[in-house]
């Protein structure tokens, strides 16, 4: 009974083990892009433009300002003449003013509203240039991603030959019993055999530092998961560019205009009221020499003539930089379409490749055991027999790199396009 029980515990307990970890290529890249301290950026870049926003509305609230002056002038104002009996004062000429004044904006020419819509604008372009940047990562996690799933690929290739190299050398060994091989061949096939371990060493060391990379990029131990194959429809992968590096120069181009339009509004005419409270010697009334408060309110206009100077030649350089941005916006689509031609080449290069690789490892099968058969006879030397059986292993190998490079291509086509 107690056995029963401990067989029981011990099937619950391999029960819950937990299942060993599945990784998409489509996962990786979300995890990657999350895991990237450059994310960070994003929310500091909204932070930033929300402060600069409530700084531009703060324009439209009433603007305080506090002056104060002394002042010795040379002559005052008198009148030229005198009236019997009546003493005329004579103002001093050091005189004192401390004034405070609310000024609040009726109409400012649009300025404000422009210099939101630039700061709008500005935040889009370093939020798409953080999209740019973000999305380099991409192209390394794809290049780990296949990597790791090529190298295993290669280890199980590697594993089959070796359990063939297995059974030939007993074949050898027989062989030597019958007398039609000798021990140089079985030399031969042990020096396979070392070469071929020798490899897997060099493949196992690659596979954990890819996957130790792609850890780190997606931020969890990828040592033993397990990577999921995708699979590669037959129909042709869209080519329309929707690359993040087009929407960096269309924010670019929104944040020119805004640029223009608060240029435009530097030259336009500002209405508003304001309220002077001041403190001086002599007040409002210039025949009292003495300390006075006094105040004073209404609407002032003004048109500052100044910037229409620089206006032509700022407005010049915008249309430059625009010129400029549809000129790299035009360099960048060359250069990319050429990029889908090429691996649009490539797909079909390793296509064709790919339905003559099973009719060439199919082949060299043939051989091999033709060859084997002839080794048995007597007709064919142990060194031509390893040579068929090397070059079966080289088709294999090949079958195996052409799929895997046929799916790299197809990614590495959605990744230069972003479809």
């Not at 009433?62 to 002056?69: E, F, G, T």
């Not at 630039?118 to 740019?132: F, G, H, P, Y």
């Not at 004073?296 to 030649?313: A, E, L, P, Q």
Request: proline content about 3%; aromatic content about 8%.
């Amino acid at each position: 009974m107690k056995i029963i029980r401990s067989i029981l515990l011990l099937a619950v307990g391999f029960g819950t083990l937990p299942a060993q970890a599945q990784l998409t290529i489509d996962a990786c890249q979300q995890k990657a892009q999350a895991n990237y301290p450059l994310v960070a950026q994003y929310g500091l870049i909204r932070q930033s433009e929300q402060y600069d926003l409530e700084n531009a509305n703060k324009g439209y609230l009433p603007q305080l300002s506090l002056s104060a002056k002394a002042s010795y002038q040379t002559d005052v104002t008198k009148i030229p003449f005198s009236l019997p009996g009546i003493d005329i004062p004579t103002l001093s000429k050091d005189q004192y003013q401390v004034v405070a004044e609310v000024n609040q904006v009726i109409w400012d020419g649009g300025n404000i509203r422009a210099k939101k819509q630039n700061v709008k604008a500005s935040a889009e372009v370093d939020l798409q240039q953080q999209q740019v940047d973000m999305y380099a990562i991409r192209e390394r996690v794809n290049s780990l991603f296949f990597g790791i799933l090529l190298t295993e690929e290669q280890l199980e290739l590697n594993r089959l030959y070796d359990e063939e190299l297995e059974r030939n050398y007993r074949k050898i060994s027989s062989f030597i019993e019958n007398g039609v091989a000798n021990q140089a061949d079985l030399d031969a096939v042990q020096v396979e055999q070392l070469s071929n371990r020798q490899q897997r060493v060099s493949l196992e060391a690659t596979n954990r530092a890819y996957r130790q990379m792609l850890g780190a990029f997606i931020g969890e131990n990828a040592d033993s998961a397990e990577l999921i194959c995708p699979e590669v429809g037959s129909e042709p992968a869209p080519t329309d560019v929707n690359r993040p590096e087009l929407r960096l120069l269309d924010a670019r181009n929104t944040l020119l205009d805004a640029q223009l339009k608060q240029l435009n509004a530097r030259n336009r005419p500002t209405l508003g009221l304001f309220v002077q409270g001041a403190y001086g010697k002599p007040g409002l009334n210039m025949l009292q020499d003495k300390f006075k408060a006094f105040a004073i309110g209404g609407v002032r206009f003004s048109w500052n003539f100044g910037n229409y100077y620089t206006h032509k030649s700022d407005a010049a350089k915008i249309d430059v930089a625009r010129n400029a941005l549809r000129t790299q916006r035009e360099t960048f689509l060359f250069n990319t379409n050429q990029q889908v031609e090429s691996s649009q080449s490539e797909l079909e290069k390793y296509r064709r490749t790919l339905s003559d690789d099973d009719r060439i490892v199919a082949l060299r099968d043939n051989i091999k055991r033709a060859s084997e058969a002839k080794v048995a006879e007597g007709t064919m030397s142990v060194t031509d027999y390893m040579q068929e059986v090397t070059k079966a292993e080289t088709a294999r190998q090949n079958r195996a790199l052409h799929r895997m490079q046929l799916i790299m291509t197809t990614y590495n086509l959605k990744n230069i396009t972003n479809n």
